[in-house]
């Protein structure tokens, strides 16, 4: 994670680059894993194809065998329904990784040259998105870098029909006229995204821009011109979020703190959440290491700086993750947020680490732990599923959407999901709480309101006495949505501002004034509200 960012998981089980997710939120889509081409994908297919006998012996190429392999996968999944109306889609959008040059791209940007010739011109158009950099000695903008990679580009066999150029402040008009010139594009066709005040303001910001219609006459799409119904929930929600006064700070409680991306749809659930209950949110990342009193004794700097986080925090998040480094201190955490009734989620192992906390400090089995950590411990309160096979790592987790059953209607997480009996969210583990202690920690107050459809696994963990203290097996990161926020990140933002209990009584239904503010310019604010519910869930 610390290298490429987080894992996304799709509803299929597959395992996938955070981009992906990006996309699922932004256009409120499902995905599979045959969205995402890889490299090592294109040589299995073709590679297997061969050991059939598809080529007849002949001698397999990277041109044409792996190029024209490349083709036929995006044909094939253009054609597949990627939202809930079931109709083929008129637009397929592929991104097209890394830089101009990189040798990893070279049988990608091949396949696609040949491909702008097959779809022909009106079917195909080629977006390059460059960096224009401004040093901040000189605030000169530096046209060069694209420049050279649309050169380069060209070189390859494509030509740019948009440059997309990012930058930290907006283009001046001498600075478009020269990458037009430069790059044989008219200046219509240089488009500018620069530095804003939220990422919902892209959208807009292209909008503006004129995207929409360059596309309409380019491609010939069928798209009214008058505004459109989802472009102004866009508007609504990034005025509101430039309006947000109020604050709720929660500490994220992690192994991966140093980079965001190991925590990109954790930090976007809550941010979802924040806005919906019409709060600024303030992370603060806190190393779970430096919680430990290891750390006192090396580093009792960092020590009591994470600590005095901790304790600032409104609401405390222990997100997923695997090995043992800084479990103490994820521990310590959950200990410290039960005891003080702070508003507390922890998702997958952080769900698993409240278990453990609980057992050892409530139950009183000192040594309790997981397998994963202490595989000889006397109490095994979080142990391996069966599938896992401990001998190989590749393979063996426990992925992709599974439906949970609530066990109750008694239940915090049951009313914020709509108070349906059931739950369907994406998982990725290899362990689980043993449920053979079930029975041990529900008389001790700590109950599991979920579980799947056997009832083997625990999916949900709620404390009695207590706020919100919420353990969860899944990532309901990964459903959240910017106008459609994940339940249990929206319970533990209502929770952590103050807000849960009036927001149940009400029925789960938040007011006109926490949704959308009169100020906003929504002539009809309670039509607005309906649409701001959880994922759908589906009954069939």
């Given at each position: 994670p610390c290298a490429t960012g987080e894992v996304f998981v799709l509803d299929d089980g597959g395992e996938v680059d955070l981009d992906l997710g990006n996309y699922e939120r932004f256009l409120d889509i499902r995905l599979t894993k045959d969205n995402n081409l890889t490299t090592g994908k294109i040589y299995q297919y073709v590679i297997n194809k061969e050991r059939k006998g598809d080529y007849l012996g002949k001698t397999v190429q990277?041109?044409?065998?792996?190029?024209?392999?490349i083709q036929e996968w995006v044909m094939r999944q253009a054609r597949i329904p990627v939202d809930e109306d079931g109709?083929?889609?008129?637009?397929?959008?592929?991104e097209l990784g890394g830089t101009v040059g990189d040798i990893e791209s070279m049988p990608f940007i091949e396949a696609f040259r040949q491909f702008q010739f097959k779809a022909k011109r009106e079917n195909f158009c080629n977006i390059h998105v460059s960096l224009v950099p401004q040093p901040s000695s000189t605030g000169e903008q530096k046209t060069k870098p694209t420049q050279n990679s649309v050169r380069e580009l060209r070189g390859l066999g494509l030509s740019p029909d948009l440059i997309v150029c990012r930058?930290?402040?907006?283009?001046?008009?001498?600075?478009?006229?020269k990458i037009s010139m430069f790059c044989h594009v008219e200046p219509e066709q240089v488009i500018c995204v620069h530095d804003v005040s939220s990422i919902y303001r892209v959208p807009l910001l292209l909008e503006e821009q004129g995207v929409v219609d360059y596309f309409r006459h380019r491609l010939d799409l069928p798209i009214e011109r008058q505004p459109r119904r989802m472009l102004m929930k866009w508007k609504e929600m990034a005025d509101r979020y430039d309006r947000l006064l109020e604050t709720c700070s929660i500490a994220l409680v992690g192994k991966y703190t140093k980079f965001s991306d190991s925590y990109a749809s954790v930090i976007k659930a809550l941010e979802h959440s924040a806005l919906a209950i019409n709060h600024k949110l303030d992370i603060k990342y806190i190393d779970s290491a430096d919680l430990e009193p290891d750390t006192l004794q090396e580093e009792p700097v960092r020590y009591h700086e994470a600590w005095q986080k901790l304790c600032g925090a409104d609401g405390v998040l222990v997100p997923g993750g695997f090995g043992v480094r800084g479990t103490e201190g994820k521990i310590q955490a959950i200990s410290w947020a039960r005891k003080q009734k702070k508003p507390f989620l922890g998702v997958c192992l952080g769900m698993q680490l409240a278990v453990v906390e609980f057992a050892r400090n409530v139950l009183g089995w000192q040594d309790a732990n997981s397998t994963e950590f202490d595989p000889k411990t006397a109490h095994p309160v979080v142990i391996d599923m069966p599938?896992?096979?401990?001998?190989?790592?590749?393979?063996?987790?426990?992925?992709?959407?599974r439906r949970t059953l609530f066990q109750t209607k008694n239940s915090i997480m049951r009313k914020l999901?709509?108070?349906?009996?059931?739950?369907?969210?994406?998982?990725?583990?290899?362990?689980?709480v043993n449920p053979e202690l079930k029975k041990c920690f529900e008389e001790q107050g700590l109950k599991f309101v979920g579980q799947?459809?056997?009832?083997?696994?625990?999916?949900?963990?709620?404390?009695?006495e207590h706020p919100f203290f919420v353990g969860v097996q899944y990532h309901p990161e990964f459903l959240s949505r910017p106008i459609k926020p994940s339940p249990p990140y929206f319970g533990l933002l209502l929770a952590s501002a103050g807000r849960?209990?009036?927001?149940?009584?009400?029925?789960?239904?938040?007011?006109?004034?926490?949704?959308?503010?009169?100020?906003?310019?929504?002539s009809s604010p309670d039509l607005e509200i309906t649409e701001l519910k959880f994922p759908?869930?589906?009954?069939?």
């Open positions: 990277v041109v044409p065998h792996i190029t024209d392999a109709i083929e889609p008129q637009v397929c959008v592929i930058c930290s402040t907006p283009l001046d008009t001498s600075v478009k006229e599938e896992h096979n401990p001998g190989q790592m590749g393979g063996t987790m426990r992925l992709g959407k999901y709509g108070d349906h009996d059931f739950l369907e969210e994406r998982h990725r583990h290899r362990f689980e799947d459809e056997e009832g083997e696994r625990m999916e949900v963990v709620e404390l009695e849960l209990t009036h927001y149940l009584q009400k029925g789960c239904r938040l007011s006109p004034r926490d949704t959308y503010s009169d100020r906003s310019g929504s759908s869930v589906n009954h069939d």
